[in-house]
C-alpha cells in the first residue's frame, strides 16, 4: 500500500514567485493535513481538509492556501514567496475526522522548498 | 491551549543500552499522544500512538512509550538502543483529544545520537 505521496520533491523558487505543492494520500485517507518545518520555528501547522472542506488553520497569512479535490488529494499553494517561506512542507493524511477512534496519522517525505 | 514539552535538545546513550526521551503534555480532556522519528532530510516517521488502555504502548522498531497520567508524561523508550536508531525524535499531541480534528501539536524535537 503506497503511502502519502508529494511532489515535488525539491524546488527552489524566486522571491515574489508563487508556489503549488502536491499530496496524494494514503488510499481511502480522507482527511489531509499540511505542516511547514523550520529549523527556528519547528513543526507548525498549516491546515486540514476532509471531504473537500477546510475543516482548520493555522496561523499563517494569507499567502499560503491550500484546497483538497474530490479524490482526496490535496495541494498548497504560496504565492508571492518570501525568503523566510523556505522550508519543509509535510503532508500528512488519515482515514477520517471527527472520530474518536484515534486514527494513525501518516506523514509524507515532504517538499523541500528554497526561496532564493 | 494544549502543548508537548521535550525538554532535552538531544539525548547521548552507548548502543546496546537503553534509551528515553521525555515528553510531557498539557491538555484539556483526554490526550491522544504520539511519536515520530525523523532521518536527515527525510518526513516523519510514525512510531507509535496512545488513545486509551494500557499505559504501555508497543510501536515500531522495538520502541515503547508509557503513559503517565498522574506525571502528564508520555516517554518514550527503547531496551537496547542501536546507532540506527539516532535520529530526531517528536512527541506530539492530538488537539482537542480525538475530536473534530487531526492537528498535531509537536514538541520541539529530541536529538538521539547513538554511539558504537
Known amino acids: 500500500k503506497a503511502g502519502v505521496t508529494q511532489t515535488p520533491r525539491y524546488l527552489i523558487k524566486t522571491r515574489g514567485q508563487q508556489v503549488t505543492l502536491s499530496c496524494s494520500p494514503i488510499s481511502g485517507h480522507r482527511s489531509v493535513s499540511w505542516y511547514q518545518q523550520t529549523p527556528g520555528q519547528g513543526l507548525q501547522f498549516l491546515f486540514e481538509?476532509?471531504?473537500?472542506?477546510?475543516?482548520n488553520k493555522g496561523n499563517f497569512p494569507g499567502r499560503f492556501s491550500g484546497r483538497q479535490f474530490s479524490n482526496s488529494r490535496s495541494e498548497m499553494n504560496v504565492s508571492t514567496l518570501e525568503l523566510g517561506d523556505s522550508a519543509l512542507y509535510l503532508c500528512a493524511s488519515s482515514l477520517g475526522q471527527g472520530d474518536y477512534s484515534g486514527n494513525t496519522i501518516y506523514f509524507g517525505e515532504g517538499s523541500w522548498l528554497t526561496v532564493v | 491551549a494544549q502543548s508537548v514539552a521535550q525538554p532535552e535538545d538531544q539525548v547521548n546513550v552507548a548502543e546496546g543500552n537503553p534509551l528515553t526521551v521525555k515528553c510531557t503534555y498539557s491538555?484539556?480532556?483526554?490526550?491522544?499522544l504520539f511519536w515520530y522519528v525523523q532521518y536527515p532530510n527525510r518526513g516523519l516517521q510514525f512510531l507509535l500512538k496512545y488513545i486509551t488502555g494500557d499505559n504501555l504502548v508497543k510501536g515500531s522498531y522495538g520502541f515503547e512509550a508509557e503513559f503517565n497520567k498522574s506525571q502528564t508524561s508520555f516517554h518514550l523508550k527503547k531496551p537496547s538502543a542501536l546507532v540506527s536508531d539516532s535520529a530526531l525524535y517528536f512527541c506530539a499531541v492530538r488537539e482537542g483529544g480525538g475530536g473534530a480534528t487531526n492537528k498535531l501539536i509537536f514538541g520541539t524535537g529530541t536529538l538521539l545520537a547513538v554511539q558504537p
Open positions: 491538555v484539556s480532556g483526554n490526550p491522544y
Open positions: 481538509y476532509f471531504s473537500e472542506t477546510q475543516r
